[in-house]
């Protein structure tokens, strides 16, 4: 079975510091990987997606970039912090068969004071 | 854009009651529903899903019921515990752009002793 590990549990910023949040995945190779951020209140906002060592697509425009430099490695970083970057970030995985389950790793409060 | 649109927002059943939570979805380009749960401070965990060539999934005292015409699907939980009370998200899979979930906005529910 997929075990994702997300560093750090939690992060308190100052707003202008850089960020870097890492997500490693055991149990798969080549698995699809996401980043979804969860403000106050509930929604799950896709934030990135990468199908391949190096491949990222952006789904929001904004001052967070990701990237995959292993296959089962996936960082979010900033240059800069915002205060509305505060928030949930969960990753994500997502084996490449036909059964299409994704999972969701434990997640990383980001406090950006 | 939101193409998955969930309701209720909330939900408060006594113990023992069914709960229902209904989501509808705009495009047709999704194969596959899967439902989340989710306990405050964590990240979501896969429930069930179904796919759209079946009309009903049923596990335990959870099931998904699946009416492709109408492009509405949702999720029963019989004889519901306190244990339940937890936000739950719909999702459908994009058949492009990395197999993306698109999220409902989410049902928080309350199980009343």
């Known amino acids: 079975s997929q075990t994702i590990h997300q560093w750090p549990a939690t992060l308190v910023q100052p707003v202008g510091s850089p960020l870097s949040l890492e997500c490693t995945v055991e149990?798969?190779?080549?698995?699809?990987l996401y980043w979804y951020r969860q403000a106050a209140g509930r929604g799950l906002q896709l934030l990135f997606y990468s199908v391949g060592i190096g491949q990222i697509s952006s789904e929001v425009p904004q001052n967070l970039s990701a990237s995959r430099p292993q296959d089962r490695q996936f960082i979010l970083s900033s240059k800069k912090l915002l205060l509305s970057d505060s928030g949930f970030y969960l990753c994500?995985?997502?084996?490449?068969?036909?059964?299409?389950?994704?999972?969701f790793g434990p997640g990383t409060r980001l406090t950006v004071t | 854009q939101q193409q998955v649109k969930q309701s209720p927002q909330s939900l408060i059943v006594q113990k023992g009651g069914i709960s229902i939570i209904n989501c509808a979805y705009e495009?047709?380009?999704?194969?596959?529903f899967p439902w989340y749960q989710q306990f405050p401070g964590k990240g979501p965990a896969l429930l069930i899903a179904i796919r759209p060539d079946v009309s009903e999934k049923k596990e335990g005292r959870f099931t998904i019921s699946f009416n492709k015409s109408a492009k509405q699907f949702s999720l029963h939980i019989m004889d519901s515990q306190p244990g339940d009370s937890a936000t739950y998200f719909c999702a459908a899979k994009s058949t492009s752009q990395g197999g993306k979930l698109i999220f409902g906005q989410g049902t928080e529910l309350s199980v009343k002793p």
């Open positions: 495009n047709t380009a999704f194969d596959y």
């Open positions: 149990g798969t190779s080549n698995p699809n």
């Open positions: 994500a995985t997502r084996r490449r068969d036909l059964s299409y389950e994704q999972y």
